[in-house]
């Protein structure tokens, strides 16, 4: 089975002061890989998701960027934080790769805490 | 579009009771649907999918959920809750007419407290 990585675990950076967070997986090859933030402990928001290596797509216009230089690392990129990027990220991962995967479950990694001061 | 309702911000239930955790969609297709759960700090754990077949799915630890297309519903719920259960729980729904890459669609969460 799969296994999420994300790194680091906690991060508190100031604002202006630019982001990288990197999510790997293990167990699983082409996987398609979604990145998630979590605001005040309650909803998910959709912001990159990812087909394939060096395919992005976003989902909310923002100052993040997302990247996939590897088939199983994603990383999530901001050249300048702004205090509305706190909050919890979350690396999702589903099985089968590619368009018109039929009930894959997302499986989730343990997430990064970011506070932006 | 896809939508996903939880109407109840929190659900207490003492140890021992029945617990329900209600859903509700609104999609253009047919729905697969999902339920995980989220302690402190944590990543979301999966718990159970519905995609077709038997309208009452069984998933981990005990819960299970019942899908009700006529009612647009798909309550989680166990029959005998435990104190280890409180923690944050969110229903998913995907649409496969309207989406080929897997992205969900989820609700806002339902916090449920269970006391000894």
């Known amino acids: 089975s799969q296994t999420i990585h994300q790194w680091p675990a906690t991060l508190v950076q100031p604002v202006g002061s630019p982001l990288s967070l990197e999510c790997t997986v293990e167990?699983?090859?082409?996987?398609?890989l979604y990145w998630y933030r979590q605001a005040a402990g309650r909803g998910l928001q959709l912001l990159f998701y990812?087909?394939?290596?060096?395919?992005i797509s976003s989902e909310v216009p923002q100052n993040l960027s997302a990247s996939r230089p590897q088939d199983r690392q994603f990383i999530l990129s901001s050249k300048k934080l702004l205090l509305s990027d706190s909050g919890f990220y979350l690396c999702?991962?589903?099985?089968?790769?590619?368009?018109?995967?039929?009930?894959?479950?997302?499986?989730f990694g343990p997430g990064t805490r970011l506070l932006v001061l | 579009a896809q939508s996903v309702a939880q109407p109840e911000d929190q659900v207490n239930v003492a140890e021992g009771n029945p617990l329900t955790v209600k859903c509700t969609y609104s999609?253009?297709?047919?729905?697969?649907l999902f339920w995980y759960v989220q302690y402190p700090n944590r990543g979301l754990q999966f718990l159970l999918k519905?995609?077709?077949?038997?309208?009452l799915v069984k998933g981990s630890y005990g819960f299970e959920a019942e899908f009700n297309k006529s009612q647009t519903s798909f309550h989680l719920k166990k029959p005998s809750a435990l104190v280890s259960d409180s923690a944050l729980y969110f229903c998913?729904?995907?649409?496969?007419?309207?989406?080929?890459?897997?992205?969900?669609?989820f609700g806002a969460g339902t916090q449920v407290v269970v006391t000894p």
């Open positions: 167990g699983t090859s082409n996987p398609n």
């Open positions: 998913a729904v995907r649409d496969l007419v309207t989406d080929s890459w897997g992205k969900l669609q």
């Open positions: 999702a991962c589903a099985l089968a790769g590619g368009p018109y995967m039929v009930g894959e479950t997302q499986y």
């Open positions: 999609v253009s297709g047919n729905p697969y």
């Open positions: 990812s087909v394939g290596i060096g395919q």
């Open positions: 519905y995609i077709t077949g038997d309208n």
